[in-house]
T-cell receptor, first 112, second 114 residues
């Protein structure tokens, strides 16, 4: 059974700090790893990672995949209160079915 | 690309009635859509995979007769919660996407059964 573990479960930091969120996975025949941000409603897509070692960046957010370590990190620099959310990591296996397996998420709280 | 629309965003219904939730892919065709359920402070739980033109695939423990899924076209999947009870109250989210655009979610439906 595919498994995704995120850490920490929750994190509270001050505005301006940099945070690193972790995601490790066990999946049969890995295809891609995805990061989502969930605020009050449904998750919004952040990154999709398929290749190891290639950083994806969007503004203050960046993410990288390490297939050897079966893990990924999501970095947020110069955090703002609007970054407060649950960050979800999901993996997709490579056998035709697009089913995603989600981690439990990291609840990030940014204190002004 | 890969915009998914879900409707309604919020519904309150009486116990014993049925509720239909729609999920539409607006700018792409989705042969497969996914239905999730999310309890407070918990992650997404996949309920079923909706396949266009064929029967949905349900996850273990999900009652297919209670959560009816219809995927009649490449842009529309519906989830009907039949004979709803208070324990069915939850946040239901659909998802679809492509490898190129990633997987996007509908805005979710907050179901409250009274």
């Amino acid at each position: 059974e595919d498994k995704v573990v995120q850490s920490p479960l929750s994190l509270v930091v001050h505005e301006g700090d940099t945070v690193t969120l972790n995601c490790s996975y066990e999946v049969t025949n890995f295809r891609s790893l995805l990061w989502y941000k969930q605020e009050k409603k449904a998750p919004t897509f952040l990154f999709m990672l398929t290749s190891s070692g290639i950083e994806k960046k969007s503004g203050r957010l960046s993410s990288i995949l390490d297939k050897k370590e079966l893990s990924s990190i999501l970095n947020i620099t110069a955090t703002q209160t609007g970054d407060s959310a649950i960050y979800l990591c999901a993996v997709r296996p490579n056998f035709g079915n697009e089913k995603l397996t989600f981690g439990t998420g990291t609840r990030l709280t940014i204190i002004p | 690309g890969a915009v998914v629309s879900q409707h309604p965003s919020r519904v309150i219904c009486k116990s014993g009635t049925s509720v239909k939730i729609e999920c539409r892919s607006l700018d792409f065709q989705a042969t497969t859509m996914f239905w999730y359920r999310q309890f407070p402070k918990q992650s997404l739980m996949l309920m079923a995979t909706s396949n266009e033109g064929s029967k949905a695939t349900y996850e273990q423990g999900v009652e297919k007769d209670k959560f009816l899924i219809n995927h009649a076209s490449l842009t529309l999947s519906t989830l009907t919660v039949t004979s709803a009870h208070p324990e069915d109250s939850s946040f239901y989210i659909c998802s679809a996407g492509t490898e190129d655009y990633g997987y996007t979610f509908g805005s979710g439906t907050r179901l409250t059964v009274v």
